[in-house]
């Protein structure tokens, strides 16, 4: 085991800062020996960042993303760079063999999925999905009162990715500047060419958790339909004036996209992408559905069978963390000193990254996860063009059905491990 | 028009008598001429609620269906049956040329649903499926909301039989007799050998009238995915034991159905059949989606571009209420003696039916609107079976396009009437 690893990080954007700021520049064990953005401002402030925890400057800073693979040093590269270009740096990574993370997206085809996954199992390096949603206190509850049996038979999930984009991310640049008349964000083009659920990691990484997916089960078919794109469209108007660029553009990209996916024991997956149209942010619709009860955080209560009906709008989710809280957040929520972004989500995910590259196993968010998940975007894009269901490909090629549950020390999403001897904020100890 | 109208009350079972209790046997503009069962202590029951209500006994009260039919001096007939027989019972009904009231529910078969809308056609005998639902108070809100322009375009709307049968539906005969080892319910015997959305109707009338289907928009297509079936088996097994016989079958229908369909504007509707895994019966899961503005029933919350996040499990339904409510609704909020079940719903439904039959006109819910809503079981059931989305026939051929809004008096739900030459409870006047 290392006491120390080697990072480069690659992508210092608006999430790669904050991750680095609430992440991985806070953690006593992580050096970080290289940068790389193709905007050396970016850079800059990443490094600032870097300097103001107490950690020297990177020795390498580049615009150039083979240096950092060609680092001999290095153990693990973080790649935070935009949605399109990570599969094929994720493969460059692992051919150099790199520990690899990658933040949460879809990859543009699925020739980029197969190929990722062939360049796993050739080199047998660790590839991760910084699914951040999967260490959510809410999530890992669920994961822990399903080891209960509380849920009996899973037959149901739901996820979403409920989250009013126009002002905050899609149009952001010219809200900041009136003057500004073209916005140059990947983001917006793919919502102007694309149609397909986009965003479907952080519904489907907790969901992929509690149903054993890659583990004994698998996602084997999907259909995915589109409403109207009417949102973008209205919104340009109304903020930007009728003449704007952005209020008479097609937009490919429905408003809402329903996704259902079938897996191999019979339960279903609905997934939703609702981004464009207007809504309050609170709640991903994660939900859990059993023979024997049920949990949905769009009312943010559970329910086991014999309990009373509820009328009243009101969660019940404060007894239900009381009892069934996840052992790794029992202990997250003790610690005075609380870190990383999103409540500890951020955080955690990023630790369980760094412990597996520590540890030198393999990530409890692993290669067929990510590379599942990130087809989910090719896949839907296929149903809605064709309107037919189509085949999930099984890229485990078969081990799903004989895959254990990975016992990777105390992140591990499958079991919690009885391991202590890393403390959760190694920084503190 | 009419003073007072005389109907043929058909099918005095649980739905049946409750209908007739709370709603039919008060209304002073209505003689009930006829009682229909197949089982004589159900009319009895039904004769004596009437009697209780002031009205005198059915003249006619017949196991023979053809009898009602026959009568001369009946202007409608009820049909509280069955799911199966209604659409033939109904036909037959509006070859008799009497007005045609039917319960929710689906047809068995897509040719049931064609030799209906053509014997309407044929016979131009006004056919209403009685949905309560489109009178709910919330959904009256939203048809107001839409008028004033407050969801902008609409884009996606949802809805949901979202109620756990298994104790008060499916298994209450066995809860009721601890003896009793075999079942004869219809619905049991659906759940037994057929997998489909059973039971769309409360979802899709509604969200039928917001989406102004047959009338300027239609249903284009439809896909459905069931999950498995487990929570029957389960249930029957913790209830009544493993060697129950129900405890032993392989049910066909899937706990959790979803449907979604596309319309000719684009819009999008998902719809979930939910009745046989644990959950508390709060909410249809209605909702409208729009470019500006949302309502969604799940939360009991109304959300406008503009109006400020919201953190707390917390309705501000009161607000939009006071502010939106729909005039009908005022007006039956503001009388000291309220009639009907579920919150005024089947009263009002009932009145419209009523008033449609005295007033000689065209139906609120027509016959197109009837006939769309049995179909969507038998579109379902061919989708889950395929894997693949179908068309959605369109009953109208062709004259959707250019169908206006009924004016029907103060119970059509697309318009207001001003003509307050009705009141609401005539008994009351």
Tied chains: 1, 2.
């Excluded at 790669?16 to 970080?32: E, N």
């Excluded at 850079?43 to 300097?51: Q, S």
């Amino acid at each position: 085991m290392k006491d120390k690893i080697k990072i480069g990080y690659v992508g210092c954007g608006r999430r790669g800062y904050g991750v680095l700021k609430h992440c991985f520049s806070q953690m006593c064990d992580v050096d970080i020996v290289a940068l790389c953005d193709v905007n050396p401002a970016n850079m800059e402030k990443a490094k600032d960042i870097i300097v103001e925890h107490g950690k020297p400057v990177p020795p390498m800073m580049t615009t150039n993303y083979q240096d950092v693979l060609d680092h001999p040093e290095i153990d693990a590269v973080v790649l935070m760079t935009g949605w399109d270009e990570r599969p094929k740096m994720a493969k460059q990574a692992l051919l150099a063999g790199k520990y690899t993370a990658v933040e949460v997206g879809c990859a543009v085809s699925l020739d980029d999925c197969y190929d990722l996954i062939d360049t796993y199992e050739k080199t047998g390096v660790p590839l991760m999905m910084l699914e951040n949603c999967c260490y959510s206190r809410r999530e890992m509850m669920t994961l822990n009162m399903r080891e209960k049996g509380l849920f009996g038979e899973i037959v149901h999930c739901t996820g979403a990715y409920a989250h009013y984009l126009n002002k905050v991310e899609l149009f952001k640049e010219m809200h900041e500047d009136p003057e500004k008349k073209e916005i140059n964000h990947y983001r917006l083009n793919h919502y102007i060419n694309n149609c397909r659920e986009n965003y479907p990691t952080h519904a489907l990484g907790p969901v992929s958790k509690i149903l054993n997916l890659n583990r004994g089960n698998r996602m084997v078919s999907l259909v995915s339909v589109a409403s109207k794109a009417a949102g973008l469209k209205q919104y340009a108007k109304d903020n930007f004036g009728e003449d704007c660029k952005y209020a008479n553009i097609d937009y490919k990209q429905g408003d809402i996209v329903n996704t259902i996916i079938t897996c191999a024991d019979g339960a279903t997956i609905l997934l939703t992408l609702d981004t464009t149209i207007p809504r309050p942010y609170y709640s991903r619709n994660y939900g859990v559905r059993g023979t024997k009860g049920l949990y949905t955080e769009e009312r943010k209560v559970g329910w086991i069978e014999g309990m009373e009906e509820i009328e009243e709008v009101k969660s019940n989710e404060a007894e239900f963390f009381e009892k069934y809280d996840h052992p790794l957040h029992v202990e997250y929520e003790s610690l005075h000193e609380k870190r990383g972004g999103h409540g500890g989500l951020d955080w955690l995910v990023c630790r369980a990254f760094v412990e597996s590259v520590k540890n030198g196993t393999n990530t409890p968010i692993d290669a067929y996860d990510t590379v599942l998940w990130m087809a989910i975007g090719a896949l839907s894009e296929e149903s809605i063009k064709t309107g037919r269901s189509v085949e999930v490909p099984d890229f485990t090629r078969g081990k799903w059905e004989h895959r254990e549950p990975p016992v990777l020390g105390k992140y591990c999403l499958d079991k919690v491990c009885e391991d202590k001897s890393t403390p959760l904020f190694p920084e503190l100890a």
